[in-house]
């Protein structure tokens, strides 16, 4: 495959790149190169992992602080290059931390597309994979397979190797780790059932185990006046106008056909496939034309973004939606009526078999290291730092993670376990089963006492409902167990970083994918789902494929 390696090239593509700012973590890849000479700026005990630099050392970073100027109003005294944690670095690792400019939104991603456009950029850079590609290609970053190999703490390792090596290997360009990844928890990806059980029991109605079961739901809560005000205003289904929110998004329900858009996926020959071309989209975009016909959506979805269709909610006139564990904190607006109760439940399927789970592959941001700085590991020691103040041997946690004020975004680098927040519930689940709370860490002892002050029905009671339903015995966490447990989580099966035709073509592809939809839902012929099927693989679709499989077929010699 041609590779880019022009800096003319980098340059147009890097000015139209955007570049979101998240505060993720990443998994760990394995059989890299062999150990480098120790340096002699490493502890005397020879664990290299958290050695101190002395004399200290500058590092200089570019950051958006979007909301960073309200979080720093709750630590008198700290600020954006002086806070707890930059002085904690420069006390542990002899680091100084340093921003050579900070900016917001638009303007920030502006600056960054024209720093990296210029090759101007600070020691440590925060890129998308189309960029850390760009500036592989130009020799303006480094290698870090051996730093990451050698530095990263046997904790660190643990905790980045939770969901496997696929974001390692989405970091990697031509065998070599030009970047460390941080992504968003896939397993946090998992969508549940939220139902509004007081209307359940209004209408005499079980919850559902079946897509039948649901849609019978969906049109008892629009027709049946479930919310008894002898009116029909109601709706079964939440549904945004872009259709993969994490909360009134549509992943769960086409899951339900064994339909997944958004996933590429291993067929019956081993190859990979797009889920968005396949035929069992049709069947659920059919589904969802016949709520829409039949009132059960609402009419202008369409127009509606998440905020006008969370007022619908918090008005009472919607009592099914798909989305994620925190859903109950978006749904919680409707405990104004007290009578109004949500509760999750797992998605459910048309067969009979269970469904399964989609879970996307969600690494799109990459910490590099320009070339030349003189020390590519302090990457890695950042790291190590941070896991072990908030979840290792010397957590802190409420110094360094939660005040209760998020003290963690005040870090230039915010790794976190992929799995904290299943495993919080796991502690809770064996506190309530055995009575015996001596084995809570610090964030689930944090839930449970938002957990108790629900319970407690005091007059603040509401500030730990989304919690319950979260983490309760009957919560999301306690279905995404049993989710794991059946086998039902699918994971992305292409974890690479964007081929060369995806560069190129992806957005065209998005959007003809993402009007197609829409307009069949609205009414448009079924039939449109195919001509839309030849369109992708006609303009670059067909490309892609074979570009993706080339990676798998390569995946096990990309890491060696």
Not at 33 to 61: H, V, W
Not at 91 to 120: H, P
Not at 310 to 317: D, I, L, N, Y
Not at 444 to 471: D, L, P, V
Request: charged share 25%.
């Amino acid at each position: 495959m041609k590779k880019v390696k022009s800096n003319a090239r980098l340059i147009l593509t890097a000015l139209s790149s955007i570049v979101l700012l998240t505060t993720c973590f990443q998994d760990n890849g394995a059989n890299m190169k062999p150990i480098p000479e120790q340096r002699t700026d490493e502890i005397a005990s020879g664990d290299p992992s958290l050695s101190k630099y002395n004399p200290p050392i500058e590092l200089t970073f570019v950051r958006e602080t979007g909301g960073l100027d309200d979080l720093l109003k709750q630590f008198p005294g700290e600020t954006l290059e002086d806070n707890r944690w930059s002085r904690l670095y420069e006390q542990e690792l002899g680091v100084q931390i340093k921003y050579d400019w900070v900016a917001q939104g638009n303007q920030y991603r502006q600056k960054l597309g024209f720093s990296l456009a210029t090759g101007k950029i600070p020691d440590i850079v925060r890129v998308d994979a189309q960029q850390l590609r760009q500036l592989s290609n130009a020799g303006l970053i480094q290698d870090l397979s051996d730093v990451y190999v050698k530095y990263a703490s046997p904790f660190t390792k643990r905790i980045l190797s939770q969901e496997g090596s696929g974001p390692f290997e989405a970091a990697t360009v031509d065998g070599k780790l030009m970047g460390i990844p941080e992504s968003s928890s896939s397993i946090e990806g998992a969508v549940y059932l939220w139902i509004r059980t007081d209307w359940l029991d209004n209408l005499g109605l079980q919850p559902p185990r079946t897509m039948e079961d649901l849609l019978a739901i969906s049109k008892a809560f629009t027709e049946d006046d479930p919310d008894r005000n002898g009116m029909k205003d109601t709706f079964g289904l939440a549904v945004t106008n872009y259709i993969w929110d994490p909360v009134a998004g549509l992943k769960g329900f086409m899951a339900g056909y064994g339909a997944y858009p958004n996933l590429w996926l291993k067929n019956a020959h081993g190859s990979l496939v797009y889920g968005g071309i396949q035929p069992e989209v049709k069947t659920a975009l059919k589904a969802l034309q016949e709520l829409y016909g039949n009132g059960q959506i609402d009419s202008e979805f369409a127009m509606m973004d998440g905020n006008k269709v969370r007022s619908k909610v918090a008005k009472g006139k919607i009592g099914i939606a798909y989305g994620e564990q925190w859903s109950s904190f978006w749904l919680q607006p409707s405990r104004e009526n007290p009578k109004a109760q949500w509760q999750a439940f797992p998605i459910v399927s048309i067969s009979d078999q269970l469904p399964k789970v989609p879970l996307p592959f969600n690494t799109s941001q990459y910490i590099a290291v320009r070339k030349g700085y003189e020390h590519p590991e302090v990457i890695v020691k950042l790291i190590n730092l941070h896991l072990d103040k908030n979840w290792g041997a010397t957590a802190e946690y409420q110094t360094y993670y939660s005040t209760p004020y998020p003290a963690w975004q005040l870090s230039p680098v915010t790794p976190f376990p992929p799995k904290k927040n299943l495993e919080a519930y796991l502690q809770l689940d064996e506190a309530r089963r055995t009575g015996n709370q001596s084995g809570l860490k610090d964030e689930a002892k944090a839930i449970q006492k938002n957990i108790e002050t629900y319970m407690s029905r005091s007059a603040n009671k509401e500030t730990g409902w989304g919690w319950e339903r979260t983490y309760g015995p009957s919560g999301a966490f306690a279905i995404l167990d049993q989710y794991e447990k059946n086998n039902q989580l699918l994971y992305e099966s292409f974890t690479g970083g964007p081929t060369e035709t995806m560069i190129e073509k992806q957005s065209i592809l998005n959007n003809l994918l993402f009007d197609t939809y829409i307009n069949i839902i609205l009414g448009r012929p079924i039939e449109d789902f195919d001509r839309f099927v030849e369109e992708w693989r006609r303009l670059g679709g067909d490309w892609i494929t074979v570009e993706v499989n080339q990676w798998f077929s390569n995946r096990g010699r990309n890491m060696k």
